[in-house]
């Protein structure tokens, strides 16, 4: 009878400590969402030559960014993706996931490194390396955002048609 009565008494207490678990992780899934919340969009647009850059940024509750790009450059097929990443101090260190037209079915990922100055983004050059499929900006080498072709001014956001 004591065994039985021990038995019931472990079940007992692994049941309450399994809906505790639950409780933790529907709170931790709650603050996650509720720091990826939208607080502020900003739209921009580069130009250069032939080639025509559209940058839409959201800045969320949490301090990262996310958003989406379409790139369209004169003799390459347009890109179209997603944006995610943050600021460090002035510069905003992006990862743009995209696909394009030539290749629908393959996404791809490039590192990118915006400078925010007065109202515009200049997208800097750096040296990019590529570990194991992963491709990123090296850290000991400057970004050059003197030299550049794209630098973004705001633009009024448009919306989308669903």
Request: with cysteine; aromatic share 8%.
């Amino acid at each position: 009878m004591k065994k039985t009565v021990l038995l019931c008494l472990v079940l007992a207490s692994v049941g309450f400590q399994s809906c505790k678990n639950d409780e933790k992780q529907k709170q931790i899934e709650a603050t996650k969402a509720e720091g990826e919340k939208v607080v502020n969009t900003e739209c921009f647009k580069a130009v250069y030559e032939k080639d025509t850059i559209d940058l839409n940024v959201n800045t969320l509750k949490n301090g990262k960014v996310s958003g989406d790009m379409v790139m369209k450059v004169a003799k390459a097929p347009q890109r179209t993706g997603e944006i995610t990443g943050e600021f460090k101090g002035d510069t905003l260190f992006i990862d743009y996931t995209f696909v394009d037209t030539e290749h629908k079915d393959t996404k791809f990922k490039n590192p990118m490194a915006l400078l925010k100055r007065d109202k515009q983004l200049i997208l800097g050059n750096g040296t990019m390396q590529t570990t194991m499929g992963v491709t990123y900006l090296v850290k000991d080498k400057p970004i050059d955002f003197e030299n550049v072709k794209y630098k973004f001014s705001a633009v009024d956001c448009v919306e989308k048609a669903k």
